[in-house]
């Protein structure tokens, strides 16, 4: 297994990396799940220091990184944004309030090994790529790693987390039907970064991906032609559908979660428009997973989701707790994939 191509790497999005690479952390992963499993230490990363910074609230996502990192030897050291000076881009800045991110960046840099990033919707005023384009800021200033813990566009590490679980559950890709579907919430304030890095995940391991939403639900252009380009080059196919009962039609892997259309309330088209974005919402209440919904996919069919689920809306109580479900064994693996990621770039 080759893995010095990983020596002080960003993690920012899966499009950075090479199949070979991400199978490789997908190995490392499997390798350090079993052993934890078997009680083993493994201190890879003894002395060392993750900075987390969190604009937004997570249970998994930080609570996975700290635990990995203690099972490493580490520290994962928690800041919120609001009890440090604000890191902020040039002209987002507030005397005494902020710091340009290029100081934070430099200053970490002096004391750990790497610096995690959650960042998206509010604190950028929901302007479609501002997070993601902070996470890039870091990694230009900071000569350590800057690891992508999910911002406007991407969450990489989510990804890695669905496709280990996928991996478990089927043994291979090849052949493997994955439908990554919007589904209905009360809530319109939903990143598109979970839905766009499962469906490139899929697309580089040459699964049949399919995503279904309704129309006015886009998601990033770019994103999707990557997802043609990763089909073609990874021996699968990338499909988008209109019609939830189509997208559910045979589909191994059943990944129903709601995001917010690229063309409406966020920019880059720039109509920020919460109303017109809650009409479509309430126009495709349909679109929940529940036992029906289940019954369209293929018998040996999971359920995935990212969690927190919007239960009673994008899913039932009956689906996301039976015996199809497998968003619990998700949820762990985000442990395995990020000490993967954390050993891999910071050892
Ligand atoms: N899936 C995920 O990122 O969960 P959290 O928002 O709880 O971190």
Redesign the pocket.
Known sequence: MKTDTFHKRDFLTLLDFTREEVETILDVATELKRKRLLGEKHHLLEDKTLFLIFYN??????NSFEAGMTHLGGHAHFLSPGSIYTPALEGREVAYSTERVSDVARTLARMGEAIAIRCYGDPVDWQYGEAHQMMREFARWSDIPIINM?CDKY?PC?ALADLLTVKEKFGTFKNVKFTMSWAYSPSVHKPRAVPQSAIIAASMMGMKVTLAHPKGMELDPEVNKSCRELAKQNGGSFKITNKFEEGLKGAHVVYPKAWCATSIYQPPVGKNDPDKTQAIFDRNKKWICDAKAMKKAANNAIYMH???CDRGFEVTDEVVDGPQSAAFDEAENRLHVQKAVMSLVMK
Request: hydrophobic share 15%; charged share 25%; aromatic share 0%.
């Open positions: 609230q997570s249970l998994r996502t930080r999910e969450h989510q990212c969690l927190p």
